[in-house]
């Protein structure tokens, strides 16, 4: 019995998790319902929402988990009431919005509470933890990373979510929020074009020259130095200069605001971590694989392409998700200087103070980061294993 007792102690973390989970749910508003978009509204604890008693159900699954042996099984029952609990709390604010608006006016606004989202966060971080005991594959851990959002998607393109004050959002300012998508993604991909372009044969020619690198990664490290707006404001004037006096630049759209400084930006921004990436990939080529290659009777390039490229290729694709991840956000940052995108939104929420137009803008940008970040790695898994 007294070892029973003392098992939720060998897993800390999961132990921590689902306290913060059980203590957020019972302490903080579980809902947020307000008569429209301009109050803030009155909170719901989720002893008041139709149906919550079902959360019952996972958090129980939790709890019981950490009374297993430590080893898989556990570990698959932990990860079953975490991603269980993360799609019901999802499907119980879809229910509880749209039984809310049966009962109101069709003005009403009903929105996430703290408790929902501090426990949906908890249950990822909890299934994230559950994960790593499950597999020690790279490509199993994403997948099932992956899949945890499937249910809540599903919920999403089903239309249970709709009463939601954000989905009513994003129903009013749907034609802008698809063209700050497409300008996101062009931003995005305006950016990683060129970088890599440039980056790479930049990264390939400090390499071979070792008396190139301080001098070249001093003058990177000083455009990280400055800040995105302060970059964003010191590109404004050269640029609107060269528009002034030679017009026929601003038939391709270069201008001291707008996508050129943009564009700009964060390209300067995304040099470093690429260029970085390059080199730190080359150098950790053992010196043996080099001289096994010349011994084999092959050609610079063929040593390159066949021996040092195999090598060096996770670590790039790490640099490369840095660059991606940081190029997503930084974008955000962009709409300050007219360059569109999910930022012109999220200021426009802020000088408005409605939060859920800042969420339409932010949720986007997060969601695509982790995509973008999980696609990545994957491939990058993909990859080494395919090489074991």
């Known amino acids: 019995m007294r070892q029973l007792l003392l098992r939720p102690g060998r897993q800390p973390v999961t132990l921590l998790l689902t306290a913060l989970i059980t203590l957020t749910l019972l302490t903080l508003p579980f809902l947020r319902f307000a008569a429209n978009r301009l109050v803030s509204g009155e909170p719901l604890m989720v002893w008041q929402v139709a149906h919550a008693?079902?959360?019952?159900?996972?958090?129980?699954?939790?709890?019981?988990?950490?009374?297993?042996?430590?080893?898989?099984?556990?570990?698959?029952?932990?990860?079953?009431?975490?991603?269980?609990?993360?799609?019901?709390?999802?499907?119980?604010?879809?229910?509880?919005?749209?039984?809310?608006?049966?009962?109101?006016?069709?003005?009403?606004?009903?929105?996430?509470?703290?408790?929902?989202?501090?426990?949906?966060?908890?249950?990822?971080?909890?299934?994230?933890?559950?994960?790593?005991?499950?597999?020690?594959?790279?490509?199993?851990?994403?997948?099932?990373?992956l899949q945890t959002g499937v249910l809540p998607l599903l919920?999403?393109?089903?239309?249970?979510?709709?009463?939601?004050?954000?989905?009513?959002?994003?129903?009013?300012?749907?034609?802008?929020?698809?063209?700050?998508?497409?300008?996101?993604?062009?931003?995005?991909?305006?950016?990683?074009?060129?970088?890599?372009?440039?980056?790479?044969?930049?990264?390939?020619?400090?390499?071979?020259?070792?008396?190139?690198?301080?001098?070249?990664?001093?003058l990177l490290n000083l455009i990280q130095t400055i800040p995105s707006v302060a970059?964003?404001?010191?590109?404004?004037?050269?640029?609107?200069?060269?528009?002034?006096?030679?017009?026929?630049?601003?038939?391709?759209?270069?201008?001291?605001?707008?996508?050129?400084?943009?564009?700009?930006?964060?390209?300067?921004?995304?040099?470093?971590?690429?260029?970085?990436?390059?080199?730190?990939?080359?150098?950790?080529?053992?010196?043996?694989?080099?001289?096994?290659?010349?011994?084999?009777?092959?050609?610079?390039?063929q040593q390159f392409w066949l021996a040092e490229l195999p090598l060096a290729l996770p670590v790039w694709l790490a640099g490369l998700r840095v660059v991606v991840v940081q190029t997503v956000g930084l974008a955000v940052v962009a709409a300050l200087i007219g360059a569109g995108g999910f930022g012109a939104i999220v200021f426009q929420g802020l000088l408005s103070s409605a939060l859920d137009l800042v969420l339409l803008g932010v949720i986007p940008v997060v969601a695509l980061a982790v995509l973008c970040d999980a696609l990545l790695r994957l491939l990058s898994a993909l990859l080494e294993r395919k090489d074991d």
């Open 53 to 145: 008693g079902w959360l019952a159900l996972p958090v129980a699954v939790l709890w019981l988990s950490l009374f297993g042996p430590p080893g898989r099984r556990t570990a698959l029952l932990t990860l079953l009431g975490a991603q269980g609990l993360f799609a019901l709390l999802i499907g119980l604010g879809g229910s509880g919005a749209s039984e809310l608006a049966r009962s109101s006016s069709p003005l009403a606004r009903t929105a996430f509470g703290s408790s929902l989202w501090c426990a949906a966060g908890l249950s990822l971080l909890l299934a994230a933890e559950a994960i790593r005991a499950i597999s020690r594959q790279a490509v199993w851990r994403i997948l099932l990373n």
């Open 231 to 301: 970059l964003f404001g010191l590109l404004i004037a050269p640029l609107a200069g060269l528009a002034a006096h030679f017009p026929v630049l601003g038939r391709f759209g270069i201008s001291g605001i707008g996508m050129a400084p943009a564009l700009i930006a964060l390209e300067l921004y995304a040099l470093l971590p690429l260029v970085r990436s390059v080199v730190a990939g080359l150098e950790q080529v053992p010196p043996e694989v080099r001289e096994t290659a010349r011994a084999m009777g092959m050609s610079s390039g």
């Open 155 to 218: 919920l999403l393109l089903t239309g249970w979510l709709d009463q939601l004050s954000l989905l009513k959002e994003y129903a009013s300012r749907s034609t802008t929020f698809h063209a700050a998508f497409s300008q996101h993604l062009l931003l995005v991909c305006g950016t990683l074009v060129p970088v890599l372009l440039a980056g790479v044969p930049l990264g390939l020619a400090i390499a071979r020259c070792p008396g190139w690198q301080r001098p070249v990664f001093n």
